[in-house]
């Protein structure tokens, strides 16, 4: 009878440890990505199928968010077009996609000044599940919900252009 008991309520704890696991792996099984734009003056991210927007969402940006990024450490999001080029499932920012900054003209400008680009800018989640971090907090790279960071990670795959604009 002791025994039985114990079973049943392991059984019970078990199923209910299972309820409450959820991955942050989703699965996407809508169009293809074609693009993404970012509007920092509006802080909008927006996800394309061609020229129909599939997705739209706030974003936060670098803790200096007026003009291109010019040298590491400036705290400005770059703009231009490139290209998400890797993926981060083990980010310290929840789940992470690598933008390809900086390109050739990026490396030569800041060569020309005597400094670094810099580099690892990302769209990524939250450092906190609490805090969002507040305004234009990140150091150059684009941020949202943590949630919000799961559907993008699942929709858009390596490849994809970012048009980043002022």
Known sequence: MISRRIVTIGILGGLLGLAGCSSKFKRYHGPTVTRLAVFKESRKLYIFHNETVLAAHEVELGFAPVGHKEVE??????EGRYFIDRRNPNSSFHLSLGISY???????????????????IFIHG?????NRGGDDWTAGCISVTNDEMEDIYAMVPNGVPIDIYP
């Open 73 to 78: 450490g400036d705290g400005k999001t770059p």
């Open 102 to 120: 900086p390109n050739d003209a990026d490396r030569k400008a800041a060569a020309e000044l005597g400094e670094s680009p810099g580099g690892d």
């Open 126 to 130: 939250q450092k906190s599940l609490t």
